[in-house]
Every structure is written in structure tokens, then in C-alpha cells.
């Protein structure tokens, strides 16, 4: 008889907490109910360095406007909402996912993965870049349409000890490297490494080193280097990227190399690695061993020509001692 | 004499690695004679200074030594 008073409202608190359970349980399944999505690629292949347009498409039910998210682990996205772009510019072959998701302001889709593969391409007839180089007048712009750009910078005029150098280099230039306009009769801009020297004043019509650097736009010269790193006030440097080189730096891969230390009759042997360098597919990318044992190269080099003078003074010594 | 040589050798090869050295960090402005010079007598104060410490070393290490 004493029971039931105490029965009901237990009874009461446990219908009220029920039905509490039940409506938010509801609640939260609208709540998580993800908004429907769906999200694709415009290739799902792209070649070393390419790019792919990615695009989403959601619905929100209540009407709303949607705002999308996407994620990538490597590469870049660039723009914005349901249809952008992923760079995979810096990216060796494999496949890459990325990931996007919709938001109305209230509920959020679930993640929709896109994959895309980056191939390696076979270049074209199994042929390599080939260099040619042109003089870069006083004003002129680089010409569009090239596979690659390249220049050849000095950092300041000649000291005494480096002048030797800029003109090994620049010989070798002029004999290693077919002009511009003869290798375009038979391959298209597509396939040439464009090699430029910049230059002010008239070019003879039999170019010399000597005139190459007497006219030398060291000014010039100072506007490209200035978007590298290192100060660079030496030379020569050759500098090698996708797209002509502008005051603002390097947009992309870039190659870099400093002939600044390496002895002069060494600078053509430099050159010859750089065509070949310049060559590749990933040009950025230095062949470990051959720099190791260029540079190994240069130190001998610079040993060999350091030997006399070693040499001469610790005579002195000795003839002084005795 | 035969000691002398290796000292010789060493103050040399020491002497053209501080060459080596500045040639590579200043290609514009490599060591001049009268430089080198300098570099070579700064070499030979080292390596000597060095042989004098060891044999000291070896000297004081000699004396301790107990007799019997």
C-alpha cells in the first residue's frame, strides 16, 4: 500500500526521461543526417608537373548556400568553392587524394575523395631538351613559347682573379651551345631549353668573348639574381626555370647552379654538365653523384692551381730558416 | 731528416688546404704571394707548436713513470 505513492513518480520520471532520449535521439539523427555530396575530377590522369580542375557538387535540402573545404595533402589548391584547381607541380609519379566537403551552416556532407594519378609521360620519340642560346638585349623580353629558360648571369663585373673565369665560361657558351635560330629550323620552341646572355649594345656579327663580356648587362643580370636566396655576387651562375625569370623571383621549379669557385679551365666542363642537367625532364632535380664528383673536380682544381704558390712560399721559408 | 720531411709535408698540405679553403668561400680574391706566405709560417707555428705539446706530454708521462 506504501509502495505505490513512491512508484509513480519514479514511474513518471522515467516515461519523461524516455521520451527525453527519444526526442533528442531524433534530433541528433537530423543533426547528422550528412548533406548529399558528390565530387569529381576533370582527368584522372595528369603528366609530371600538371595540374587538374576538381569539382564538387552538393544540395543543401533547406536551400541554403553551400561552402565547400577542400583538403590535399601534397601539392596546392588554388581558387575556391565547388570547382577548383590542384597544382601537383612538385610531385614525382603516384597516385594523391584529395578530399572536399560541403557545409550549409547547419549540417556538413561527408568527406567525398577524389584520386588522381600523376604519370610519368615518355618524351616524345624518346628525345631530350635541347639548348640553344640567344643574346637578351638591353629591353628586349624573353619570347614565349619555350620548354625551358635559362640564363647566364655574372654577378658584378670582373675582378682581376674572376675575370678569367667569366671568359672560360663564356667561350664555352658560344662553343658548346648552337645559336638559337638554326636549332629552330628543324625542333619546335616546345622542345629547346633557351639559353640567354644578356647583353646591351649591338651583338658583331662573328660574337666573341671578349665583346660578350665587354657589353655584359651586369644591371640586368642584378634583376634576375635578385629573386634567389643568396646574395650572388660572384659568378659566373646559371639559373634555369619553366618560365622566363622575372624581378619578383622564380615562380616553380627552378635550377641554380654557382660556377663562382670553380677554376677557369674547368667552367666548360660545368657548362657541359649543365646541358646535360638542363636536359632532363626534372631539370630541377641535381644528379647527386655527377655534382659530387664535379665539385670533387673543382676542389683538385683549385688544388692544382693552389700548389705553385704553396710551394714557392714554403721555399722561401725553408731558404729563410737555413 | 726523415722527421723533418713529414713536418715539411704536413705544414705544406695544411697550408694548401687554408688555400683551398679561401679560394672556395672568396673565388674573386684568392690568396696572393705575399698571403700565402703568411698562411705557410702561420702553418709551420702550428704544426711545430703541436710537436713541441706532444712531446712535452710524452716527456712529463716518462718522468712519472717509477724507477726500479
Aim: charged share 20%; net charge positive; hydrophobic share 45%.
Amino acid at each position: 500500500m506504501s509502495r505505490t505513492p513512491r512508484a509513480v513518480p519514479v514511474a513518471l520520471a522515467l516515461l519523461v526521461a524516455l521520451l527525453a532520449s527519444i526526442s533528442s535521439g531524433v534530433g541528433a539523427g537530423a543533426a547528422a543526417e550528412p548533406l548529399p555530396l558528390a565530387c569529381s575530377a576533370n582527368t584522372p590522369t595528369v603528366p609530371l608537373g600538371g595540374k587538374v580542375v576538381l569539382k564538387a557538387w552538393g544540395r543543401s535540402p533547406g536551400g541554403r548556400a553551400l561552402r565547400y573545404a577542400w583538403d590535399v595533402p601534397v601539392g596546392k589548391i588554388e581558387g575556391r568553392g565547388a570547382e577548383v584547381r590542384w597544382s601537383l607541380a612538385d610531385l614525382r609519379p603516384g597516385i594523391f587524394a584529395a578530399s572536399v566537403t560541403a557545409s550549409d551552416g547547419e549540417s556538413t556532407s561527408a568527406e567525398c575523395l577524389i584520386r588522381v594519378a600523376v604519370r610519368r609521360d615518355a618524351e616524345p620519340r624518346g628525345l631530350s631538351r635541347e639548348t640553344a642560346r640567344s643574346l637578351l638585349s638591353a629591353g628586349q623580353s624573353e619570347i614565349a613559347g619555350y620548354g625551358l629558360y635559362s640564363y647566364l648571369l655574372l654577378g658584378a663585373p670582373p675582378s682581376e682573379a674572376s675575370r678569367e673565369r667569366y671568359l672560360k665560361a663564356i667561350e664555352a657558351y658560344l662553343a658548346l651551345i648552337p645559336d638559337v635560330a638554326s636549332l629552330e629550323e628543324y625542333l619546335p620552341r616546345g622542345e629547346l631549353n633557351v639559353f640567354y646572355l644578356p647583353v646591351r649594345g649591338t651583338p658583331p656579327s662573328a660574337l666573341t668573348a671578349l665583346w660578350t663580356l665587354d657589353n655584359y648587362d651586369y644591371a640586368r643580370a642584378r634583376s634576375l639574381l635578385r629573386g634567389l636566396p643568396e646574395p650572388n655576387r660572384d659568378g659566373p651562375y646559371i639559373l634555369a626555370a619553366f618560365k622566363p625569370v622575372g624581378g619578383a623571383g622564380t615562380a616553380g621549379p627552378y635550377l641554380f647552379q654557382n660556377l663562382s669557385s670553380v677554376p677557369p679551365h674547368l667552367a666548360a666542363s660545368w657548362v657541359k654538365e649543365f646541358l646535360n642537367q638542363a636536359a632532363q625532364e626534372r631539370f630541377w632535380e641535381e644528379k647527386t653523384a655527377m655534382q659530387l664528383a664535379q665539385r670533387m673536380r673543382a676542389t683538385v682544381g683549385i688544388m692544382g692551381s693552389g700548389l705553385p704558390e704553396v710551394k714557392k712560399a714554403l721555399d722561401g721559408w725553408i731558404t729563410w730558416v737555413r | 731528416m726523415k722527421g723533418s720531411v713529414g713536418i715539411v709535408a704536413v705544414i705544406g698540405a695544411l697550408s694548401l688546404v687554408v688555400w683551398t679553403a679561401a679560394y672556395i668561400f672568396n673565388p674573386s680574391t684568392p690568396l696572393t704571394q705575399a698571403e700565402t706566405v703568411i698562411v705557410v709560417g702561420v702553418c709551420a707555428v702550428l704544426v711545430f707548436g703541436f710537436k713541441w705539446v706532444v712531446s712535452s706530454i710524452a716527456k712529463m708521462r716518462g718522468g712519472n713513470e717509477p724507477h726500479s
